[in-house]
């Protein structure tokens, strides 16, 4: 028997970045794995997109923003028990638009979060953050 390790799942992820430094956190919708965990918003690369593209058509699909600005931060690989994904995220400083729930999902504007469950996968990017947000 052979195990063969498939190659991770390519997600573009986002971090809305207000002025004062707040982000902006969304809860995973029902129905899908992890459902009521907060994350920063994104999703799948399809077949035939790029990360970036993948980034923006996710932002107007869940939350009904066009992002104008968006700088790479990090990429980072988590292996869940349903999949294991390579998160490419991203700094978005300027959008157009009011983030609105278009799949019905909880968000909201965090300065220091104060929302759980996190998402595996961000509780590591959350230090980092504040690190970036609240250099010493």
């Known amino acids: 028997m052979t195990s063969e390790k498939k190659a991770p799942i390519d997600v573009a992820v986002g971090i809305l970045m207000k002025e004062n430094g707040d982000v902006l956190l969304a809860q995973r919708p029902a129905g899908k794995p992890y459902e009521g965990y907060w994350e920063f918003p994104g999703g799948k690369v399809e077949t035939g997109e790029t990360v970036e593209e993948a980034l923006k058509r996710e932002f107007m699909e869940e939350l009904g923003i066009t992002v104008l600005n968006k700088d790479p931060w990090c990429c980072v690989e988590h ?40 998402l595996p996968a961000t509780i590591p990017l959350i230090r980092w953050l504040d690190a970036l947000r609240y250099p010493r």
């Open 79 to 118: 292996v869940y028990p349903h999949a294991h994904v390579r998160l490419h995220f991203f700094i978005i400083r300027r959008w157009a638009g009011y983030p609105q729930s278009r799949e019905s999902q909880s968000f909201g504007w965090q300065g220091a979060i104060h929302v759980e469950p996190l």
